[in-house]
């Protein structure tokens, strides 16, 4: 596998973001308060009445997109393929249905695909923030998935060239 180093860059962008009912919000909500010192020190992005609620209750800027079922969701994944998001804590609840359950997994994949830390819970999350990482300059390692992608397609092309040269066999 191939890899490309990020840039060199402190974890300036949190994408705070929630997909559940009420007692996750509650939940994320806490966390928030609790490490607002933290916090204020990096650029929030949020989904929906979310951003608003954190907006409100840390009293400091929170980028806010759509709601996630409407768009917000893709809007953070776009960010994080951008560049523009270092970290992600995503409360929620795994025994619950989720209502787009596509666009979770659609995130959780973005994240993995560029390395994105992500939180599912609070005690990830409690990690993560209390990290020394979070000050420093962290080098993200990210594969190099369109190489990775353009040697596979190379090699399925070879095999192809090969099983068109040989002579078909006539078992009788």
Same mark, same amino acid.
């Given at each position: *596998?191939?890899? @490309?180093?990020?840039?060199k860059?402190? *974890? /300036?962008?949190?994408m705070? /973001?929630?997909k559940? #009912?009420?007692?996750? #919000?509650?939940?994320?909500?806490?966390?928030?308060?609790?490490?607002?010192?933290?916090?204020?020190?990096?650029?929030?992005?949020a989904?929906?009445?979310?951003?608003?609620?954190?907006?409100?209750? !840390?009293? *400091?800027?929170?980028?806010?997109?759509?709601?996630?079922? !409407?768009?917000? &969701?893709? +809007?953070?994944?776009?960010?994080?393929?951008?560049?523009?998001? $270092?970290?992600? @804590?995503?409360?929620?609840?795994?025994?619950?249905?989720?209502?787009? &359950?596509?666009?979770?997994?659609?995130?959780?994949?973005?994240?993995? @695909?560029?390395?994105?830390?992500?939180?599912?819970n609070?005690?990830?999350? $409690?990690? !993560?923030?209390?990290?020394?990482?979070? =000050?420093?300059?962290?080098?993200?390692?990210v594969? &190099?998935?369109?190489?990775?992608?353009?040697?596979? =397609? &190379? *090699?399925?092309?070879?095999? $192809? /060239?090969? +099983?068109?040269?040989?002579?078909?066999?006539?078992?009788?």
């Amino acid at each position: *596998m191939s890899f @490309v180093t990020k840039e060199k860059a402190k *974890m /300036e962008n949190i994408m705070s /973001e929630i997909k559940m #009912r009420e007692k996750k #919000r509650i939940e994320l909500l806490e966390w928030a308060l609790f490490n607002k010192n933290s916090l204020s020190q990096h650029e929030l992005f949020a989904t929906g009445s979310t951003g608003n609620i954190l907006t409100k209750a !840390l009293e *400091m800027p929170v980028n806010c997109f759509k709601s996630g079922p !409407l768009g917000g &969701d893709q +809007q953070i994944g776009a960010k994080i393929a951008e560049g523009d998001i $270092d970290m992600a @804590v995503f409360f929620w609840d795994p025994l619950e249905p989720q209502p787009h &359950d596509v666009d979770v997994k659609a995130l959780l994949r973005i994240a993995a @695909v560029y390395n994105i830390p992500i939180a599912c819970n609070r005690a990830t999350a $409690d990690f !993560l923030i209390s990290s020394h990482l979070m =000050n420093e300059v962290y080098e993200r390692i990210v594969v &190099d998935y369109e190489l990775t992608q353009k040697t596979r =397609n &190379d *090699m399925f092309a070879r095999d $192809d /060239e090969l +099983q068109n040269c040989r002579q078909p066999c006539n078992p009788f």
